[in-house]
């Protein structure tokens, strides 16, 4: 690539009071009736979609530029509260389509746990609050959950050809944890009984699908 054809550096703008990034370029909203099947109650999350169907469970906001691989994603994921049983409000959760590209993410405000599991599924779970900063490696799913009263938003930076593939958690029934609530107000990771390990074969595909 020649330097002719480099983007121009720009200045964007986090805004702390509305949880926005500006410049937007693109960017979603999922809303409740849309997360049927991650819950492990079923019946408790149909209940709850009868009245939270149309609501917004959370929103992504990115500044992008260029798909080329060189370049970062930046963008704000603001996951709002609340709870389907016994587990807490949480994103869909997916590996990047090119899985050995890793990803950051910066708590803005709340407190939540960005929950990443390895295609072999090995589990952590790391809790975040306003100023921490996660690593997510390549090769690690990862899932944002709300274990907070108020919204779970955070910053994140991705290489732009990344990709996100959400099927492999649809697949395995979710992660093999799931975070719900404790005592006191706290939570725990408990084993989730829906899980379906993924296999060698499997994890040789998405190690493949990389290289190719």
């Not at 690539?1 to 999922?30: C, D, H, R, W």
């Not at 409740?32 to 979609?49: C, K, N, P, Q, T």
């Not at 009263?149 to 593939?165: K, M």
Request: proline residues 5%; glycine residues 8%.
């Amino acid at each position: 690539m020649s330097l002719s054809n480099a983007l121009s550096p720009f200045l964007a703008f986090v805004n702390p009071e509305t949880l926005q990034i500006q410049p937007n370029t693109g960017g979603y909203k999922k809303y409740f009736r849309e997360l049927s099947g991650i819950y492990a109650d079923e019946v408790a999350f149909d209940r709850l979609a009868e009245s939270l169907g149309s609501a917004v469970a959370y929103r992504v906001d990115e500044a992008r530029f260029s798909d080329r691989s060189s370049n970062l994603i930046t963008g704000i994921s603001v996951l709002e509260p609340g709870k389907v049983g016994q587990e807490f409000f949480m994103t869909r959760g997916h590996l990047h389509q090119r899985a050995d590209r890793p990803e950051t993410y910066y708590c803005l405000a709340g407190h939540g746990i960005l929950l990443l599991e390895s295609l072999a599924g090995e589990v952590e779970a790391m809790e975040m609050r306003p100023g921490n900063l996660v690593y997510v490696p390549p090769f690690w799913l990862h899932r944002s959950v709300n274990v907070g009263a108020a919204v779970f938003a955070t910053l994140f930076s991705y290489p732009a050809d990344a990709g996100q593939d959400f099927e492999i958690v649809r697949q395995a029934h979710g992660f093999s944890q799931l975070v719900v609530s404790g005592e006191n107000g706290s939570w725990k990771l408990i084993p989730n009984s829906r899980y379906r390990p993924r296999t060698g074969q499997e994890v040789e595909a998405y190690e493949a699908r990389t290289r190719s």
